[in-house]
């Protein structure tokens, strides 16, 4: 046998219990053919010598938005007064939507208004995207077209839905451009494969021929997709089947091959804490809003009871308590009406958890989803509105690995930074980027990070057969780093030198 790969000189760190270390990393035919003496006398077309570098399975992010992520919008990151966004959107060229990305309104001195938009905008629909994904500014232009909405121009959820679906769709050209600019992005972070929060319909949808442009991007980076469960439509299955709404043709989790495959169904039951719309059973700290569920209850129960009977895998977004309670009942009574060993549910990001609901999670084997940079970007915030008595409960590590609780580690990109090696730093150090302690008992290892973006997030994905180690066998997915996160005190600075992507490197650190 002749290899087509050889890696040597490396200190590799699989994630394998079996095999933990490697020295010499065979690859063909986009795999791991064998480690150390398997393939130490074995030929091999191209031997690349890493010079002691360090190698870990490539990161797979559990959830993220690679088509938002990648769109041209102005960016607002960082402003603060109503003066300095109208300069920087003034003057913009084109004819049809002005498009902003980046707002706060928690950093604004006062808040942004239709009123101050229709200033620049010269007739046209101004759109300005909030940080939290859950809120919106638009101008009078758009509101026109929304006559059963009253607003300043600040909408959230439904509201932001009905204004956003007025801008939609965008082309083919134009999402396959913006996944093609996300692809490049991920791969100089380390991260191998992306599950994609939700196409198809809903607040981040970008067309109903979503799916094409995947197809038609041909990503050097694995894409799962999450489809919307607003896409379930009732079909006319044979009575037996037990399945009153499915997506066309039937089609569910598991479909596609390794490059390109379909993930869970998404389903929304609550808001954020960023936009304070994150269902909680006691209000923010200091006000009386609790926050709201996305859709009433049976609405939501439905949606839940029919993606299960489908065959689905579900990624449930749920961020605050209330959510939570309410997601661990629907998908109790799901598994009660039809029992599916192993129909590993998710539940997305998880932000909020009681104690006594850990032991819920656990047993319904339930694999929260979480996003540690959330809290390195927005800790210091979120620990104020939820007080001191459930400061220590969000986005938690060592509870849910203490109750046997699988975590998979990813981004939400581009809500939060979307790098790997800073959310593992979170998930050790548990530190805002202002240095404030965030939940600190929830600290976990380096190795136990690793393990949450590696296999944790492949097992979340229903890939951990094939991807999440570096295991023989498995696909030849691996990063390559400039130091060891197990002895580095800055994990969130090591240089990402090389990323492969089935056996071919896929981004290389010039110099
Ligand atoms: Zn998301």
Redesign the pocket.
């Known amino acids: 046998m002749k290899l087509d790969l050889k890696l040597t000189g490396c200190r590799a760190l699989t994630m394998d219990p079996a095999r933990p270390a490697a020295h010499t990393i065979g690859i063909w035919q986009g795999r791991i053919a064998g480690l150390d003496s398997d393939v130490a006398d074995l030929p091999a077309a191209e031997t690349v010598d890493l010079a002691g570098a360090v190698v870990l399975p490539g990161f797979i992010d559990a959830?993220t938005?690679l088509a938002w992520n990648g769109r041209h919008t102005i960016d607002i990151t960082g402003l603060t007064t109503v003066a300095q966004i109208l300069d920087r959107l003034g003057g913009s060229a084109g004819t049809g939507w002005i498009e902003a990305s980046g707002y706060d309104r928690r950093i604004m001195d006062s808040p942004l208004t239709a009123a101050d938009l229709d200033k620049i905008s010269d007739g046209r629909p101004v759109y300005v995207a909030d940080l939290s994904?859950h809120a919106c500014v638009v101008n009078s232009a758009v509101l026109k077209q929304l006559p059963e909405i009253t607003s300043d121009g600040w909408l959230t959820e439904n509201e932001q839905l009905a204004a956003r679906t007025l801008r939609l769709p965008y082309s083919l050209d134009e999402i396959t451009a913006e996944l093609r600019r996300s692809a490049d992005q991920v791969l100089s972070e380390g991260v191998t494969m992306c599950a994609e929060?939700?196409i198809g319909a809903g607040l981040?949808a970008s067309s109903p021929l979503e799916a094409a442009a995947y197809q038609r991007a041909q990503l050097p980076v694995r894409v799962q997709l999450m489809v919307s469960a607003y896409m379930l439509d009732d079909v006319q299955a044979d009575p037996s089947d037990g399945i009153p709404r499915a997506i066309d043709l039937g089609l569910h989790t598991g479909f596609g091959d390794d490059m390109l495959s379909l993930g869970a169904l998404k389903l929304w039951t609550d808001g954020g804490m960023m936009a304070r719309t994150a269902a909680l059973t006691e209000p923010y700290a200091g006000s009386d809003n609790a926050g709201q569920l996305a859709e009433s209850e049976e609405f939501m129960r439905a949606a839940i009871l029919d993606g299960h009977h489908a065959g689905w895998q579900l990624a449930i977004h749920a961020i605050g308590d209330r959510a939570i309670d309410f997601t661990l009942d629907a998908v109790a009574e799901a598994q009660r009406r039809r029992p599916q060993a192993d129909a590993r549910h998710r539940i997305?990001h998880c932000g909020l958890v009681r104690p006594d609901q850990l032991e819920r999670i656990a047993a319904l084997g339930l694999i929260p989803v979480v996003q540690p940079t959330f809290l390195w970007s927005y800790g210091d915030d979120y620990s104020e509105i939820m007080g001191a008595q459930r400061a220590p409960w969000m986005y938690r590590g060592r509870s849910f690995l203490d109750h046997g609780i699988t975590v998979a580690g990813s981004s939400?990109r581009p809500?939060a930074d979307g790098s790997p090696l800073r959310a593992i730093e979170f998930m050790v150090r548990r530190r805002s980027a202002a240095g404030q302690a965030v939940g600190p008992d929830e600290a976990i290892t380096v190795e136990e990070a690793i393990r949450a973006y590696t296999l944790g997030s492949a097992y979340a994905c229903r890939k951990e057969h094939v991807l999440g180690s570096l295991t023989p066998g498995k696909l030849a997915d691996l990063v390559v780093l400039g130091e060891d996160p197990r002895t580095s005190d800055a994990i969130a600075d090591i240089p990402v030198l090389a990323t492969m992507v089935g056996g071919a490197f896929r981004f290389q650190r010039s110099s």
């Open positions: 959830h938005h994904g929060a939700g981040i997305e939400d809500v």
